[in-house]
């Protein structure tokens, strides 16, 4: 995250400064050079890549206290849904069996009346 690190030198050049740190201030303008140039060469080329999320739901007896809940998981940039979903369908299907997993690949509403209590289901 190349834009925040001028927030932090912010906090720190002033007690650099205060402090007459001067190898500190140094290679903190140091470092601010290189990132905004980083930055900048980044964002002139478009090809700024952030992390990837996908939003997770458990739905299930299996999971107990997770039952219901939902959770925003950050994967590195570019992954693909595909990727994450085998990810997950085995690493559960090893837990619970693969006969008691089901994915649903629906990012709408989930109608829990409607799911069998004994399989274990992420959406």
Known sequence: MYETINEVY????????????????S???YDL?????????VMA???RLLGTYFRVAFFGSQFK?????????KEKPATPLSE?????????????????????H??????VAKLNQHMVRMT
């Open 10 to 25: 912010k906090l720190l050049l002033p007690i650099y400064e205060k402090n007459r740190m001067f190898e500190q201030l």
């Open 27 to 29: 290679t903190a303008h």
């Open 33 to 41: 050079h290189k990132d905004f140039n980083s930055v900048h060469q």
């Open 45 to 47: 080329s478009g090809k």
């Open 65 to 73: 206290t997770l039952n219901g809940a939902e959770f925003v998981y």
């Open 84 to 104: 994450v979903s085998n990810r997950f369908e085995a690493f559960y299907s090893a837990k619970f069996g693969a006969e008691s997993v089901k994915l649903i």
């Open 106 to 111: 629906d990012s709408g509403a989930v109608d």
